[in-house]
């Protein structure tokens, strides 16, 4: 085998933040390895740079890949690579038309050896796969690396800013791509109020500006004394993460980057399942409202969602008080008044 590798990896930046584990077992296993990257170009940002990657091949089947010839063109452009081994992580079977002589699909792995995916976090199911496959891993490790023109962004936005680098601060997303997931805005700016009056830690909204009009509404809402990231890009936010204190927000693909980063981190959780997608290293760090709500947790498990409306706080993240918010932050920080 020639270790020219083919990783077809997933559409999401978060879940994309977990295909990632396998580049660097991949190429400790395969010597010399060449591993190029399958993904949305929504994600390509978050493969640019990694370490172990050599290639990113973007798929946008809504766009430049749409229909049957664009399918042919990306398999025409893949097929000229001559890939000896396919890691196929999500549900595909592009990878059957590549002329690839060796494959493993993870999905094929799960129904296989019952993975249980419903009560295991997918980085243990990746490490699970690759054992499998005989390829030894140690611990889990992420190496994101940006560039020097995102780390003297970070420095100038906090230098607009008036945020020292002594200073504390927490990066914060109010808003994920699906509504129900979402903390209240009038309980961020409860929160950015306190923290501020206490300690004097400020708050940074790294949420992006919406077109959709119930988002860009609630956007506006957002207290002034939470600084706007907004306009930042993915790497950018990233950056601003990495110097950080803390990060806060709910089930997204921030606060799993947060964790694999290495920054502390609070997650918000309400509808999806805490045992299933937790931040991997911020596992103790989840915090769920103190009642308990029989709908909980709907998502994955396919119970009726009660407030499955467009554009509505899910109760369960209403039920999420501020002061245990705030209690949560201060063991973090360790702050004292």
């Given at each position: 085998?020639?270790?020219?590798?083919?990783?077809i990896?997933?559409?999401n930046?978060?879940?994309?933040?977990y295909?990632?584990?396998l580049?660097?077992?991949?190429?400790?296993?395969?010597?010399?390895?060449?591993?190029?990257?399958?993904?949305?170009?929504?994600?390509?940002n978050?493969?640019?740079?990694?370490?172990?990657?050599?290639?990113?091949?973007?798929?946008?089947?809504?766009?430049k890949?749409?229909?049957?010839?664009?399918?042919?063109?990306l398999?025409s452009?893949l097929?000229?690579?001559?890939?000896?081994?396919?890691i196929?992580?999500?549900?595909?079977?592009?990878?059957?038309f590549?002329?690839?002589?060796?494959?493993?699909?993870?999905?094929?792995?799960?129904?296989?050896?019952?993975?249980?995916?419903?009560?295991?976090?997918?980085?243990d199911?990746?490490?699970?796969?690759?054992?499998?496959?005989?390829?030894?891993?140690?611990?889990p490790?992420?190496?994101?690396?940006?560039?020097c023109e995102?780390?003297?962004?970070?420095?100038?936005?906090l230098?607009?800013?008036?945020i020292?680098?002594?200073?504390?601060?927490?990066?914060?997303?109010?808003?994920?791509?699906?509504?129900?997931k979402?903390?209240?805005?009038?309980?961020?700016?409860?929160?950015?109020g306190?923290?501020?009056?206490?300690?004097?830690?400020?708050?940074?909204?790294?949420?992006?500006?919406?077109?959709?009009y119930?988002?860009?509404?609630?956007?506006?809402?957002?207290?002034?004394?939470?600084?706007?990231?907004?306009?930042?890009?993915l790497?950018?936010?990233?950056?601003?993460?990495?110097?950080?204190?803390?990060?806060i927000?709910?089930?997204?693909s921030?606060?799993?980057?947060?964790?694999?980063?290495?920054?502390?981190?609070?997650?918000?959780?309400?509808?999806?399942?805490i045992?299933r997608?937790?931040?991997?290293?911020?596992?103790?760090?989840?915090?769920t409202?103190r009642?308990?709500r029989?709908?909980?947790?709907?998502?994955?498990?396919?119970?009726?969602?009660?407030?499955?409306?467009?554009?509505?706080?899910?109760a369960?993240m209403?039920?999420?008080?501020?002061?245990?918010?705030?209690?949560?932050?201060?063991k973090k920080?360790g702050?004292t008044?």
């Open positions: 085998m020639d270790n020219n590798i083919l990783i990896g997933r559409s930046i978060g879940d994309v933040c295909d990632l584990l580049v660097k077992a991949l190429r400790e296993h395969f010597l010399n390895a060449k591993i190029s990257f399958l993904t949305s170009s929504h994600s390509a978050i493969v640019d740079g990694y370490p172990g990657v050599s290639r990113i091949v973007t798929f946008d089947k809504h766009l890949d749409k229909g049957l010839s664009g399918r042919m063109r398999m452009l097929n000229k690579q001559k890939f000896s081994l396919a196929v992580l999500r549900s595909t079977l592009m990878h059957k590549l002329n690839i002589p060796v494959s493993w699909s993870f999905q094929d792995c799960c129904r296989k050896y019952k993975l249980a995916l419903k009560k295991n976090h997918i980085v199911a990746y490490l699970q796969f690759l054992k499998i496959n005989n390829v030894s891993v140690g611990q490790l992420f190496n994101f690396r940006l560039a995102e780390d003297d962004f970070s420095k100038t936005f230098k607009k800013h008036k020292n680098s002594t200073d504390k601060f927490i990066t914060i997303l109010p808003f994920s791509a699906w509504s129900l979402n903390w209240p805005v009038a309980k961020w700016n409860e929160l950015a306190k923290l501020n009056k206490k300690y004097q830690i400020r708050l940074i909204n790294l949420s992006k500006k919406s077109s959709n119930p988002a860009c509404n609630l956007s506006k809402q957002i207290s002034q004394d939470i600084v706007s990231g907004e306009e930042t890009t790497k950018q936010a990233m950056a601003l993460i990495k110097r950080s204190s803390l990060f927000g709910p089930d997204s921030l606060l799993h980057l947060s964790s694999c980063l290495g920054v502390e981190t609070i997650g918000l959780y309400g509808p999806t399942s045992e997608f937790y931040p991997y290293f911020h596992r103790k760090d989840v915090m409202a009642k308990k029989d709908c909980v947790f709907c998502y994955p498990y396919g119970k009726k969602r009660l407030c499955d409306k467009e554009f509505v706080y899910g369960c209403e039920d999420i008080e501020v002061d245990d918010v705030v209690e949560k932050v201060e920080l702050t008044e």
